[in-house]
């Protein structure tokens, strides 16, 4: 059982470490390959729109054909894709690997997730194993700025790829032999228009929050694509309802844990990932950090991170996962309002450093607590699908955060001074604590002790 924890954990570190590594290195790919500055964005959008647009439909897949076989062959096809990335000497070569690692995340991730939730049976277990699960992939995300850096200035940006090559082919060996297939008894069809609907649905949505980032909330195209996906979204629910065999049941989504949960891991991950961004922004924009030295910094949100998963899983089975979701929303948004403190001198680490830390704990409460909240109350059969929703959410928060909290400062920002920049980054995370207090007030008011019904 704990070789079987083992292998699943070290595969979701690894794809969230595969969202932030490159961030650092993005200047450095452009100028070797030759990507124009325009096209330079399309390194990361290319992963995270896949990642996120396929999560829900790979995680259905995974229930109908086996959980199994869909993360062993997303590791493969991750394993290539990275050599590939690596190894790439032209633009095209580097973003056909990108999409194919943004798929292999939509199915590893959610079959892994399904993997660990059925393995387990629900109660203090189950929540152990998500509370190390929720802790390593939000310390995945913080570990690949850090590494990133490192790997970009000691070797290549090109080992910022070849990194997941000897990890995947490890899990591949021994994941055989200590994973045993799971899927239903009766194979039921694949919800094809209800799978079209979710997925041009969600790519519509991350690539039009992505555009905004770039262009502004002004930009019409931003704005038509993102209304796009809002009414495939909504075609989505309706051809739910009268489909035989949904991609996701209206009554599953019907459920206060599973609608809620999502909201919340949604704006979990929003929150948190774009505070890196923008404490990033703050470390080099205003206090004149390295890329390197930036990213360092956030090693003590990663220990933050790491406690919080230690943590919650104890806090859940003495208080329940609803106090856990108000509980670490709180603290995330009494940490984050401190960082409006923020000035132009080092002597703001001082203020930074711990708050960082305590927001990691906080967040890492919220995170746990969603991730039990999300998968709790459903038959194995539907693990999958609720692993997949869930997974969805985290993807989607990861995607969009950054390019929102962006648009946000930049909109902000009165002068291209050390001053003007500070403004737009404070404005940015006073919306940050807003969105977090919002996230307690939600778990507060609409979530309940689950019920069959919920």
Known sequence: MRLTLVVLLVAQFMLAVDFSILNVALPVIGRGLGFSLGNLQWIATAFALCAAGFTLLFGRVADLFGRRRLFLGGLAVLGLASLAGGLATGPEVLIVARVLQGLATAAVTPAG?????????????????????????????????????????LL???????????????????????????????RPRLDVPGALAVTLGLLAVVLGFTRAGEHGWGDAAALGILAAGVVLLVVFYFVERRAVAPLVPVSVLGRRTVAFGNVAGVLAFVTETSLVFLMTLYLQKVLGFSPLAAGLSFGVLGLGTVAGGVVAPRFIGRAGTRAALVTGALVQTVA?????????????????????????????????????TATSGLPDHEQGMATGLATMSQQIGITMGTPVMSAIATGAMTTATVTGILHGIRTAVAVNTALVLATALIAALFLRTPTPQD
């Open 336 to 372: 984050t309002g401190a960082l409006l403190a923020l000035g132009t001198t080092h002597a703001s680490l001082g203020l930074l450093l711990p708050a960082t830390f305590v927001g990691g704990v906080g967040n890492m409460l919220l995170i746990v607590g969603f991730m039990v």
């Open 113 to 153: 997730l399904s993997l660990l939730t059925t393995s387990f049976p629900e109660g203090p277990l189950r929540q152990k194993a998500l509370g190390l699960n929720g802790a390593l992939m939000s310390a995945g995300f913080t570990t690949g700025a850090v590494l990133g850096g490192v790997l970009t200035d």
């Open 156 to 186: 290549s940006w090109r080992w910022s790829f070849f990194i997941n090559v000897p990890v995947a082919a490890a899990v591949l060996v021994i994941a055989p032999m200590v994973l045993s297939e799971s899927r239903p008894a009766e």
